[in-house]
């Protein structure tokens, strides 16, 4: 099993989190934040990442440095259940549905972490969540994971389903990436032989 554990303590946010990379979608989630809450809980359940996720954040002032800091911690979790990434497929793409939205994203674990966002949000909230913090919670986890991430949502109104569909597509699309190869289950994905840069 190829497990992570992150505890990350700072001012502004107190964060224990844990991941299995072969597990069957089962999750523990609690940022303070229920919107979030429910994404990475479609993270979990759709890319059959166990996920456990206790954030105390300092909401009083806002929710971005829960946001930012929990995207920091599951990353940095994922890329410690990576380790070596000896055997993974590497790349990943999926379209995910949700009713009239659709989302596309393709990514690759390549140690060259950047995000390409192209989403839009006609509502500046959902639930008490930020929309604009969603692009900001993917670079994060794109930083700290090391993850080439493209996110596109190609049409769609509701901006729920526009959301719930981009983290859908994401989960599949890392669920396909993380996905251990057996036909090269020793060797690392590259022809430099190592990822990282
Ligand atoms: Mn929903």
Not at 116 to 131: E, Y
């Amino acid at each position: 099993m190829r497990t992570g554990s992150i505890t990350r303590t700072t001012a502004e946010t107190d964060i224990k989190v844990s991941v299995n990379l072969d597990g069957s979608g089962v999750y523990d989630v609690n940022t303070g934040i229920g919107f979030l809450d429910h994404m990475i809980e479609q993270l979990s359940r759709h890319g059959l990442i166990d996920i456990t996720l206790h954030v105390k954040g300092d909401l009083h002032v806002d929710e971005h440095h829960t946001v930012e800091d929990s995207a920091i911690a599951l990353g940095q979790a994922i890329a410690q259940a990576l380790g070596d990434k000896k055997g993974i497929t590497r790349y990943g793409s999926t379209y995910a549905p949700m009713d009239e939205a659709l989302a596309r994203v393709a990514l690759d674990i390549s140690g060259r972490p950047i995000l390409v966002w192209k989403a839009r949000f006609s509502q500046p909230r959902l639930g008490t969540m930020d929309t604009e913090m969603f692009e900001h919670w993917f670079h994060s986890l794109a930083q700290a994971a090391g993850i080439t991430l493209h996110i596109e949502c190609l049409y769609g109104t509701n901006n729920h389903h526009i959301i719930e569909g981009i983290y859908k597509a994401f989960a599949r699309a890392l669920a396909q990436a993380i996905t251990i190869d057996p036909r090269k289950a020793d060797a690392v994905p590259s022809t430099k032989g190592i990822l990282g840069g």
